[in-house]
């Protein structure tokens, strides 16, 4: 069934002091225009210039809208993104790449892929990426409104061996795709449909979706269309949340002077959350979520458990301390019931996804933690991977405890198994010897692409969190050395769509390469190629999170890190990799952190910065004005 709120002018936006707990439990917040602290006209603007870009079929983009950049520096979106992503987050390079309008089809229910345009499976719980969608006009519900399935964002599917293709795995109705379904108009002049039909939601397509959700049987998971919508309103959403693009219900004739724009911004942490406290809450007090009209009152102890994590994490960068309603429970008792939560993660089918996460939270908050960890990893090193997922979770709640059990994993002889190790490691550990050993021989050594990029990602993640504590800074610049070591020794391959002849959604994994390599994306330039690299571009994300904390962390590779980053602004054909690239020497050349003066490299890459950049014959605006980076002109970023 659809959400309930179909007769209000306005959805009930996200008010500033519920949005962390209102994220953590929905994975959804939208910003009223009124919240972002900028001009009106402004939105107006994008759309009227929006609409003369299509008209005159030019690709959408900040070099055509430059007014896109008052959206992204807008105080009223960057204290929001503070909160949930943490300071001096980053947007992942040319994610805006195309005209988001809705139309006559339907779009899958699906999650985006995970980690910098690769398949990095292993989904963060933690806000580690969001996605940001804007829309510049007011978006009614006939208008194709975005569609998203709150509450989600905790939940997936087995996606390892047998159904690892790019983003199959990841969908709720994957046959919608195999059936051609997206391909066929439910609405405009070529529907098969009638009016009725179509505006009373009673297509096929429409039944389709609903039942495709309703047949979860999750808890919260109902569809939401996330409308009506004030023009200049911002939907902020984990990026693990089903979503889908919408067909729209109004005359079709209408379509081309009214259209429905939106801009997507995909975005992540480079920042750990720093705060010192966190308050409890009664997740059941407002009785419904303000959002959805959605009922909280019958939720679990095992959902509050993991929402009650997710808060806490948010606002502190740590696991809550142990449930205090247990203090008083003999031991015999805790081990009964954590017998019983173990038992729950070892339940069976998709419908129990949510039982066999939720037991992991409810097991990592338990007073016995030494119990936990053994139940925890049990289920870790079980053969069925929807129950190692749930283990790995639950490990990652537990925080730096589980630290030894993550690198028994990475160095398992089990690909899967060092896969949960390395992934696990950046989620809890910090810099130290054994693991950065550990992490750093995955990355080298291992014959395993997925895992290489999985290491990368999580090497970053290691610095991040290693930065925030200020103990062990001594393994950043060891951490660069590695990662351009990594950068000479990977190599661009061509993207799978164009190797396998396929649609990216049917792409699957070869021997050669183990991990799904999207989309080849080139801009029609001919400095670039249709090549992609899950390990570079890793890397290079990687690179990004740590030179988000400039040049005083990063030693003695700083000059060598400089000369790889431009090499590959001037010669990488990965369009991808040459966007991390410009935004992570961006970053260096704009983000200050002591008041001690910048070093001589640092100070010749602000007088170079616009001839690097300019060896690029095209440049990521969004990512390096999020950076810091304050064009003179509209006409400097059209040159």
């Known amino acids: 069934m659809i959400s309930q709120?179909?007769?209000?002018?306005?959805?009930?936006?996200?008010?500033?002091?519920?949005?962390?707990?209102?994220?953590?439990?929905?994975?959804?917040?939208?910003?009223?225009?009124?919240?972002?602290?900028?001009?009106?006209?402004?939105?107006?603007?994008?759309?009227?210039?929006?609409?003369?870009?299509?008209?005159?079929?030019?690709?959408?983009?900040?070099?055509?809208?430059?007014?896109?950049?008052?959206?992204?520096?807008?105080?009223?979106?960057i204290d929001a993104c503070d909160r949930l992503v943490g300071k001096n987050w980053a947007i992942v390079p040319f994610s805006h790449n195309a005209p988001f309008i809705s139309g006559a089809r339907d779009q899958h229910w699906h999650k985006d892929d995970n980690a910098p345009y690769n398949a990095r499976k292993q989904r963060h719980h933690q806000a580690i990426q969001i996605e940001m969608l804007y829309y510049p006009q007011d978006v009614s519900l006939e208008m194709g409104p975005t569609a998203i399935v709150p509450f989600s964002h905790y939940w997936t599917f087995n996606h390892e061996e047998n159904q690892d293709n790019f983003a199959g795995a990841d969908h709720i109705d994957f046959s919608y795709l195999i059936e051609g379904l997206e391909s066929i108009p439910v609405s405009g002049p070529d529907s098969k449909y009638t009016s009725e039909d179509i505006i009373q939601r009673k297509t096929k397509h429409d039944r389709r979706m609903m039942d495709a959700v309703s047949g979860l049987n999750w808890?919260?998971?109902?569809?939401?269309?996330?409308?009506?919508?004030?023009?200049?309103?911002?939907?902020?959403?984990?990026h693990n949340t089903f979503h889908r693009g919408n067909h729209r219900r109004?005359?079709?004739?209408?379509?081309?002077?009214?259209?429905?724009?939106?801009?997507?911004?995909?975005?992540?942490?480079?920042?750990?959350?720093?705060?010192?406290?966190?308050?409890?809450?009664?997740?059941?007090?407002?009785?419904?979520?303000?959002?959805?009209?959605?009922?909280?009152?019958?939720?679990?102890?095992?959902?509050?458990?993991?929402?009650?994590?997710?808060?806490?994490?948010?606002?502190?960068?740590?696991?809550?301390?142990?449930?205090?309603?247990?203090?008083?429970?003999?031991?015999?008792?805790?081990?009964?019931?954590?017998?019983?939560?173990f038992e729950q993660m070892l339940e069976k089918g998709d419908e129990k996804e949510p039982i066999r996460i939720g037991a992991a939270y409810e097991l990592a908050a338990i007073r016995d933690q030494i119990l936990a960890k053994e139940l925890l990893r049990r289920a870790l090193l079980n053969e069925r991977e929807s129950v190692r997922r749930a283990g790995t979770y639950g490990l990652v709640a537990l925080g730096a405890a589980a630290e030894d059990v993550f690198l028994e994993a990475i160095k398992s002889p089990i690909k899967w198994l060092r896969k949960a190790g390395a992934y696990g490691l950046g989620e809890v550990s910090t810099l130290n010897q054994e693991t950065f050993d550990a992490v750093k021989e995955c990355l080298l050594e291992d014959s395993s692409k997925y895992i290489r990029s999985v290491a990368a990602g999580s090497l970053g993640c290691l610095g991040r969190r290693t930065i925030a504590l200020g103990q062990g800074l001594g393994w950043i610049p060891k951490c660069i050395e590695v990662l351009l070591q990594s950068l000479r020794q990977e190599e661009n391959r061509l993207s799978m769509d164009r190797a396998q002849k396929r649609n990216i959604k049917f792409v699957r994994p070869t021997d050669e390469c183990d991990v799904c390599e999207g989309m080849g994306i080139d801009f029609g330039v001919e400095r670039f190629a249709p090549v992609r690299s899950a390990v570079r571009e890793n890397v290079l994300w990687a690179l990004v999170m740590l030179c988000s904390h400039g040049e005083e962390v990063l030693g003695e590779n700083l000059d060598s890190l400089l000369e790889e980053l431009k090499k590959i602004i001037r010669e990488d054909q990965n369009v991808i990799s040459m966007g991390f690239a410009m935004d992570a020497?961006?970053?260096?050349?704009?983000?200050?952190?002591?008041?001690?003066?910048?070093?001589?490299?640092?100070?010749?890459?602000?007088?170079?910065?616009?001839?690097?950049?300019?060896?690029?014959?095209?440049?990521?605006?969004?990512?390096?004005?999020?950076?810091?980076?304050?064009?003179?002109?509209?006409?400097?970023i059209q040159h």
């Open 585 to 636: 020497l961006s970053r260096l050349a704009h983000l200050r952190f002591c008041e001690e003066a910048p070093s001589t490299s640092i100070i010749e890459l602000r007088t170079d910065l616009e001839t690097i950049l300019n060896s690029s014959p095209i440049q990521c605006w969004e990512s390096l004005v999020r950076s810091g980076l304050k064009p003179a002109s509209p006409e400097v």
């Open 5 to 77: 709120h179909l007769t209000t002018e306005s959805i009930i936006y996200s008010k500033s002091k519920n949005l962390v707990q209102e994220f953590a439990s929905r994975g959804v917040a939208v910003l009223c225009p009124e919240s972002l602290g900028i001009s009106s006209e402004i939105h107006q603007r994008i759309y009227e210039k929006e609409k003369k870009a299509v008209q005159d079929q030019l690709r959408i983009s900040p070099e055509v809208i430059p007014e896109i950049f008052d959206i992204l520096n807008a105080p009223g979106l």
């Open 219 to 238: 808890p919260l998971t109902s569809v939401f269309e996330v409308a009506p919508l004030k023009a200049g309103s911002i939907l902020l959403y984990s």
């Open 250 to 341: 109004d005359d079709w004739r209408q379509w081309t002077e009214n259209p429905r724009f939106m801009w997507r911004f995909w975005i992540y942490r480079t920042n750990e959350p720093s705060g010192t406290d966190s308050t409890e809450v009664d997740w059941c007090q407002e009785g419904l979520d303000p959002l959805t009209g959605f009922d909280l009152t019958e939720v679990s102890s095992a959902i509050k458990s993991i929402w009650r994590y997710h808060k806490h994490w948010l606002e502190t960068g740590k696991p809550p301390s142990p449930k205090i309603d247990d203090t008083n429970q003999s031991n015999e008792y805790l081990k009964k019931e954590a017998s019983q939560l």
